[in-house]
């Protein structure tokens, strides 16, 4: 192998004659010179363009999600149950409310047919609706039946329950039972051996404050909690179907849409029937 060092004409501890082509050439450097930076800015690049894409794909994914629940709400609002009862079959029609429903009309929600209307309130151990006595007033005022509602609260003590709801209705006239709502939607989860105990001390400290008690509940929590151990109450059951279809349950007063329109409220409102004509509605209201 050739080299560019001329060796001819060289004396010991001479050094080497490099040849012209040797001395043009630059020698390497011994120490190793730092690597470009243009490396690294593209790396920086590349990993900022990777957290957009990212950034950009999340962005994507929660718009679509906003869109189905969107999609999803609006299908549910446009395809409500529209159910018709006729007076003829089931002359006593009221209404349930609460605070969520605003100001109310009683005046012509009692013009539009409409003969009684629970209004709720309490709920747990503390909370009162805070609409409850101008609703009642009001309601009473205009000539309808008036019953109270208490929204049970699955985990909590039913005697606390039971105190918290006689004491929101104190005072009050009212012509109908009272309901405990028992349900599970917007509700906690509890074990249903403990649902019913903190149930059966409610009913039981109601009765024994005098008071007459009917459940309000859908199929769900009939079958998990009330039809076996309080069938000796009145049922207010919840099913979107026509009352002269729902012939499996002993019930009382039927809730069969979540959608109706009653002049005086503004918006969507609760239909429910009595089970029974004006004669037994009457018999009704005097067992109390």
């Known amino acids: 192998m050739e080299d560019n060092i001329k060796h001819n004409n060289e004396e010991p ?15 390497a450097s011994r120490t190793q010179s730092p690597k470009p930076r243009k490396k690294r800015k593209t790396s920086r690049k590349v990993a900022a363009r990777r957290r957009k894409m990212l950034i950009a794909a999340a962005c994507a994914a929660l718009a679509l999600t906003m869109l189905a629940l969107g999609l999803i709400y609006v ?3 446009l395809h409500k149950p529209q159910i018709v009862v006729l007076k003829r079959e089931y002359p006593i029609s009221g209404i349930d409310v609460s605070s969520h429903n605003g100001d109310i009309d009683f005046g012509q929600v009692a013009a539009d047919s409409i003969t009684f209307v629970y209004i709720k309130a309490s709920e747990g151990s503390d909370f009162r609706d805070s609409r409850f006595h101008a609703n009642c007033d009001s309601a009473g005022h ?6 109270a509602y208490h929204f ?17 209705v104190a005072g009050k ?4 039972p009272l309901v405990i709502d028992v349900e599970d939607w917007g509700n906690v989860k ?12 409610m009913v039981a400290a109601l009765e ?15 079958r998990n ?3 076996d151990h309080f069938s000796h109450l009145d049922l207010w059951l919840c099913t979107f179907k026509h009352p002269r279809e729902v012939t499996e349950y002993n019930w009382t007063i039927l809730q069969y849409s979540h959608w109706g329109n009653v002049a005086g409220a503004i918006g969507d409102i609760d239909l429910n029937v009595f089970n029974g004509d004006s004669l037994q509605w009457e018999a009704w209201l005097r067992e109390r």
């Open 75 to 77: 299908s549910r609002r």
């Open 173 to 176: 006239m009212l012509d109908l």
């Open 152 to 168: 049970f609260r699955k985990n909590g003590n039913g005697t606390a329950q039971a105190r918290n709801f006689l004491d929101a």
């Open 225 to 227: 909690y009330i039809g």
């Open 13 to 27: 501890g001479q050094q080497p004659t490099l040849s012209p082509e040797a001395a043009e050439k630059p020698q």
């Open 208 to 222: 024994a404050h005098g008071c007459r008690v009917m459940i309000y509940t859908n199929k769900d929590g009939y």
């Open 190 to 201: 509890a074990e249903r051996a403990a649902v019913v105990h903190n149930l059966r001390e």
């Open 142 to 147: 205009a000539g309808l039946k008036v019953g």
